[in-house]
């Protein structure tokens, strides 16, 4: 008997058009999956069995009429929980949106819909997206299915977690400072940030409308590219999409698995490597970087000097438009109201002051009072303005470096998964995590995660990143495809397949909450 979890996304499709399977059955697969591992990794906010079986029965009557809606119709897909979902909560992580179900869909959702995949439920998530490792959740924290005592990466863990652990063969997730490619390096997925206005951000609830960006969580890069072309494109309800066609993106992927890199130039980022980046890091990116040179690329190292500050300009940038953002979860609207002890008549302030303080957690707060400072009268030169400039800078650095090469390369994360807990009250030592992606964000340019195998002292998995110039996404498939088609022939097939099978041991200890 088939096990369909274990098939990637491209693998299902083609199964579906053969009339192997439908897609009820893909979906039920998926839904059992659910059932027998979440309780594990926790990747789940929300599951919407009948909704998901509701739109499969469509998506074959689709197949057997001759009309599929697209490729991909019938494969289910797991969506990260800060997307509206018209009849699903959206709690974005939080327990000032607990229960709220919105009146319409996110753009994305609802190309979704009418490409016919169907939605498995919402994804786990820091709250707001503000975290690196999914424990900033207010509701418990997602498991990494390598090792359930270790983090799956934020803020998007639940998505890269839901795909890593064979319970979805597609996410969405959304990446403000590398939430999509951080979490895919750690679990040994694929994750893809695309251009900035490349994907509509319509019905996001925003964290930072200038660095937020939609895109894929999969198993392979030839799965990103698909769901990508059905996401992306101009979208008028969205003030900063691009008014331009998609690139040929599955072109360029199917183009790069024939591993082949001839004339193709790859610029070593110096500034991305180095201190306070792993061993066993460094050596699977060095590895992959040599893997590339033998199919025929063309290796220079490029110097990006402002990289160095990015960490510092971003982290002003991000809480100053959340701190802007957040002031709309005011108890008058929608969402959570709490209502003050032992005041008898409460004004507004004192609703407001008395949800958010039950509503917020910690991280929420610590970045909402940066950022208000940030923008408060005589810092917001010295601050805001002064990281605005930086952002010029590593802007202006990007141009400089992609005349001499065509992408750019680095590892994706400085460590693999580190342990639950470990750096939950260490501010400054999470925010490191997105050392090597907050560069993209900031640019707005686009940027994949690839596999890069496992380091030496953990057994765990490392990430490849490849960045592109602004609208050239299908650059980082056509490489990324090419290096993944690289390390699976040398690996043998793919890494998950090298991931330790969830146990009834690991159910069982984890459905108690611990974390052993």
Same mark, same amino acid.
């Given at each position: 008997?088939?096990d369909?979890?274990?098939?990637?996304?491209?693998?299902?499709?083609?199964?579906? @058009?053969a009339?192997?399977? @439908?897609?009820?059955?893909?979906?039920?697969?998926?839904?059992?999956?659910?059932?027998?591992?979440?309780?594990?990794?926790r990747a789940?906010l929300?599951?919407?069995?009948?909704g998901?079986?509701?739109?499969?029965?469509?998506?074959?009557?689709?197949?057997?009429?001759?009309?599929?809606?697209?490729?991909?119709?019938?494969?289910?897909?797991?969506?990260?929980?800060?997307?509206?979902?018209?009849?699903?909560?959206?709690?974005?992580?939080?327990?000032?949106? *607990?229960?709220?179900?919105?009146?319409?869909d996110?753009?994305?959702?609802t190309?979704?819909?009418?490409?016919?995949?169907?939605?498995?439920?919402?994804?786990?998530?820091?709250?707001?997206? /503000?975290?690196?490792?999914? *424990?900033?959740?207010?509701?418990?924290?997602?498991?990494?299915?390598?090792?359930?005592?270790r983090?799956?990466?934020?803020? =998007?863990?639940?998505?890269?977690?839901?795909?890593?652990?064979?319970?979805?063969?597609?996410?969405?997730?959304?990446?403000?400072?590398?939430?999509?490619?951080?979490?895919?390096?750690?679990?040994?997925?694929?994750?893809?940030?695309? @251009? #900035?206005g490349?994907?509509?951000?319509?019905?996001?609830?925003?964290?930072?409308?200038?660095?937020?960006?939609?895109?894929?969580?999969?198993?392979?890069?030839?799965?990103?590219?698909?769901?990508?072309?059905?996401?992306?494109?101009?979208?008028?309800?969205?003030?900063?999409?691009?008014?331009?066609?998609?690139?040929?993106?599955?072109?360029?992927?199917?183009?790069?698995?024939?591993?082949? /890199?001839?004339?193709?130039?790859?610029?070593?980022?110096?500034?991305?490597?180095?201190?306070g &980046?792993?061993?066993?890091?460094?050596?699977?990116?060095?590895?992959?970087?040599?893997?590339?040179v033998?199919? =025929?690329?063309?290796?220079?190292?490029?110097?990006?000097?402002?990289?160095?500050?990015?960490?510092?300009?971003?982290?002003?940038?991000?809480?100053? *438009?959340a701190?802007?953002?957040?002031?709309?979860?005011?108890?008058m609207?929608y969402?959570?109201?709490?209502?003050?002890?032992?005041?008898?008549?409460?004004?507004?302030?004192?609703?407001?002051?008395?949800?958010?303080?039950?509503?917020?957690?910690?991280?929420?707060?610590?970045r909402?009072?940066?950022?208000?400072?940030?923008?408060?009268?005589? &810092?917001?030169?010295? #601050?805001?303005?002064?990281?605005?400039?930086?952002?010029?800078?590593?802007?202006?650095?990007?141009?400089?470096?992609?005349?001499?090469?065509?992408?750019?390369?680095?590892?994706?994360?400085? @460590?693999?998964?580190?342990?639950?807990?470990?750096?939950?009250?260490?501010?400054?030592?999470?925010?490191?995590?997105?050392?090597?992606?907050?560069?993209?964000?900031?640019?707005?340019?686009?940027?994949?995660s690839?596999?890069? =195998?496992?380091a030496? *002292?953990?057994?765990?998995?490392?990430?490849?990143?490849?960045?592109?110039?602004?609208?050239?996404?299908?650059?980082?498939?056509?490489?990324?495809?090419?290096?993944?088609?690289?390390?699976?022939?040398?690996?043998?097939?793919p890494?998950l397949?090298?991931?330790?099978?969830?146990?009834?041991?690991?159910?069982?200890?984890?459905?108690?909450?611990?974390?052993?």
């Amino acid at each position: 008997m088939t096990d369909w979890t274990r098939k990637t996304a491209a693998e299902l499709a083609d199964a579906l @058009t053969a009339g192997e399977t @439908t897609s009820v059955e893909l979906t039920q697969a998926s839904l059992d999956r659910i059932a027998a591992v979440d309780g594990a990794v926790r990747a789940f906010l929300h599951v919407d069995t009948e909704g998901a079986l509701a739109q499969a029965r469509q998506s074959d009557a689709r197949r057997t009429a001759g009309t599929p809606a697209s490729p991909l119709d019938g494969v289910p897909i797991a969506v990260k929980d800060v997307l509206a979902t018209s009849g699903l909560p959206t709690t974005c992580g939080s327990r000032i949106l *607990e229960g709220w179900i919105p009146p319409y869909d996110a753009t994305v959702v609802t190309r979704l819909r009418a490409a016919g995949l169907p939605i498995l439920g919402k994804t786990n998530m820091d709250e707001f997206a /503000m975290g690196s490792s999914t *424990e900033h959740s207010a509701y418990g924290a997602t498991h990494n299915p390598w090792d359930l005592d270790r983090i799956p990466g934020g803020s =998007g863990g639940g998505s890269a977690a839901a795909v890593a652990s064979f319970q979805a063969p597609l996410a969405l997730g959304t990446d403000t400072g590398g939430s999509i490619r951080q979490p895919g390096a750690v679990t040994g997925t694929v994750g893809v940030k695309p @251009t #900035y206005g490349g994907v509509s951000r319509y019905g996001l609830v925003a964290l930072a409308n200038s660095l937020d960006q939609v895109g894929p969580v999969t198993r392979t890069v030839l799965d990103s590219a698909l769901l990508h072309e059905i996401i992306g494109g101009h979208d008028p309800m969205d003030s900063t999409s691009i008014d331009q066609p998609l690139q040929p993106l599955v072109a360029a992927a199917r183009q790069g698995a024939n591993g082949d /890199m001839t004339g193709v130039r790859i610029g070593v980022v110096k500034e991305l490597g180095g201190d306070g &980046y792993q061993a066993g890091v460094l050596a699977r990116f060095r590895e992959s970087v040599e893997l590339l040179v033998a199919a =025929g690329a063309e290796v220079v190292e490029v110097s990006c000097p402002s990289f160095v500050h990015a960490l510092a300009a971003y982290y002003l940038i991000l809480p100053a *438009e959340a701190s802007s953002n957040l002031a709309k979860f005011d108890a008058m609207r929608y969402g959570l109201r709490v209502l003050p002890e032992h005041i008898d008549n409460p004004s507004a302030e004192d609703v407001m002051r008395a949800t958010r303080d039950a509503g917020f957690g910690d991280e929420v707060k610590r970045r909402i009072i940066l950022g208000t400072y940030a923008l408060s009268s005589g &810092y917001y030169d010295a #601050y805001y303005g002064q990281a605005q400039k930086v952002r010029t800078l590593i802007s202006r650095d990007f141009e400089a470096a992609f005349t001499q090469a065509d992408v750019l390369v680095s590892p994706t994360a400085p @460590t693999t998964a580190f342990r639950l807990g470990e750096k939950v009250d260490d501010p400054v030592a999470m925010y490191l995590n997105d050392l090597a992606t907050i560069p993209a964000n900031l640019a707005g340019v686009p940027g994949i995660s690839v596999p890069s =195998g496992l380091a030496d *002292e953990d057994g765990l998995p490392a990430g490849f990143q490849i960045l592109a110039p602004a609208l050239a996404d299908d650059r980082v498939y056509r490489v990324g495809a090419a290096l993944e088609a690289i390390l699976r022939d040398k690996w043998g097939g793919p890494l998950l397949d090298r991931a330790p099978e969830l146990t009834p041991v690991d159910l069982v200890d984890a459905s108690t909450g611990d974390t052993r």
